[in-house]
């Protein structure tokens, strides 16, 4: 389960902007996770509220996931699809020369704290 390691590298990432910006309490936290990361959703918020309550500065505060999704740009016929449905194979044309657009982020979006 790697989403204990993410956790712990969110919670050293959370912990240093604490510092830096003399924060006392994290209230809540919003994660931008992209449809095809790696990181499944639900492992994510279970280590996050096992590692998080291990903290004073985190313990109690939310995990917040917004998904985004996958997107795959073709660059035989120029346009955008969904990766989930498709995955390598364009559906309008048929071309395996893809690449994805989006979809698999992984970022800290808002931190909500006093």
Request: charged share 25%.
């Amino acid at each position: 389960m790697h989403e204990l390691g993410v956790v712990f590298h969110i919670i050293d990432d959370l912990t240093e902007v604490g510092k830096e910006n003399e924060i006392t309490k994290i209230h809540s936290v919003t994660l931008q996770l992209g449809e095809v990361s790696g990181v499944v959703p639900d492992l994510l918020k279970d280590a996050w509220k096992w590692a998080a309550a291990k903290t004073e500065l985190m313990s109690g505060a939310e995990l917040i996931i917004e998904t985004l999704p996958a997107v795959t740009y073709c660059e035989d016929c120029k346009t955008e699809y969904d990766t989930l449905a498709h995955g390598k194979i364009c559906p309008n044309c048929g071309s395996e020369h893809t690449y994805l657009l989006k979809g698999n982020e992984f970022m800290i979006k808002e931190i909500a704290a006093t």
